[in-house]
């Protein structure tokens, strides 16, 4: 099984910008979508974004819509998250994870069988 590890997060100020990576080793990652999910204190784990295996497709939480961008490199084994415009509801773990299937762009936690350690993005209001 993939193992995944996020890295870039941080404390930013409003309208900020910050640049997540999703490092990926041990198992497949080319052949899977691959999603950015967070978790804000006292909230269940939301998804942000999803890139299928080739990455010509995406997929966007409407809350992140026109902010965020989400890629990966196969050669490189990495996806990112270039987030813009930061702001206070963007506070929480960011978690990276690879799907179930090969097809298709879930949004459910459960279409997602490897997860990454989380790292901290902290937006100033």
């Known amino acids: 099984q993939v193992q995944l590890v996020e890295s870039g997060g941080g404390l930013v100020q409003a309208g900020g910008s910050l640049r997540l990576s999703c490092a990926a080793s041990?198992?497949?990652?080319?052949?899977?979508?691959m999603a950015w999910f967070r978790q804000a204190p006292g909230k269940e784990r939301e998804f942000v974004a999803a890139?299928?295996?080739?990455?010509?497709?995406?997929n966007y939480a409407d809350s992140v819509k026109g902010r965020f961008t989400i890629s990966r490199d196969n050669a490189k084994n990495t996806m990112y998250l270039q987030m813009n415009s930061l702001n206070g509801e963007d506070t929480a773990v960011y978690y990276c994870a690879t799907a179930r299937t090969r097809w298709g762009l879930p949004r459910g936690r459960d279409e997602y069988v490897s997860w990454g350690q989380g790292t901290q993005v902290t937006g100033a209001s």
């Open positions: 890139i299928s295996w080739s990455g010509s497709t995406t």
């Open positions: 041990g198992g497949t990652f080319s052949n899977r979508p």
